[in-house]
């Protein structure tokens, strides 16, 4: 595994734009360096290349870390923010994700990787039962997890501002 980039400024742009390059993908690697096959790895390695150095551990320690600081929150996602998923409603942190972009609706769209590898999903914690709305516009895609298929909404966790 490579350093973080040293960089002078923090780019979520550039950290988003690696982790989206990677869509499809089952390993992840980034300029050369494969930086291993989970979600955390993924969050890791695009962060590492916007200049963000995360701490080492699973998506569970990464929660733990932020939570340490004050920094989990369950509303108010912003591009470049890690999304924490348990396995089933309620449960503890198994999962990491970064989210891309939250639209105006409040639908976040964020970068995770899956069993089949990196993926694109929607969750909307508004709506964390649903689908889709009666016109069949998506909320939540649908995760096969230790609970069976669930809603991501009803996975969510937390969000919390990567440092």
């Not at 470049?80 to 198994?94: A, I, K, Q």
Request: hydrophobic share 45%; with cysteine; net charge positive.
């Amino acid at each position: 595994m490579r350093a973080p980039r040293v960089a002078t400024e923090v780019s979520i742009p550039r950290a988003l734009e690696a982790a989206a390059s990677l869509l499809g993908a089952s390993a992840i690697v980034i300029g050369g360096a494969d930086h291993g096959d989970g979600c955390d790895a993924l969050v890791r390695a695009a962060l590492a290349e916007g200049g963000v150095a995360l701490p080492d551990g699973d998506a569970s320690a990464l929660h733990a870390a932020a939570k340490a600081r004050g920094g989990v929150r369950r509303g108010n996602a912003r591009p470049g923010d890690l999304l924490f998923l348990s396995d089933r409603p309620g449960g503890p942190v198994e999962h990491v994700g970064l989210v891309e972009r939250v639209a105006d609706d409040g639908t976040v769209v964020f970068l995770h990787r899956t069993a089949r590898g990196v993926a694109r999903l929607r969750l909307t914690a508004s709506s964390p039962w649903k689908a889709r709305t009666e016109a069949g516009k998506a909320l939540n895609d649908v995760l096969v997890v230790g609970a069976g298929r669930v809603t991501t909404g009803r996975l969510l966790v937390g969000y919390a501002t990567p440092r």
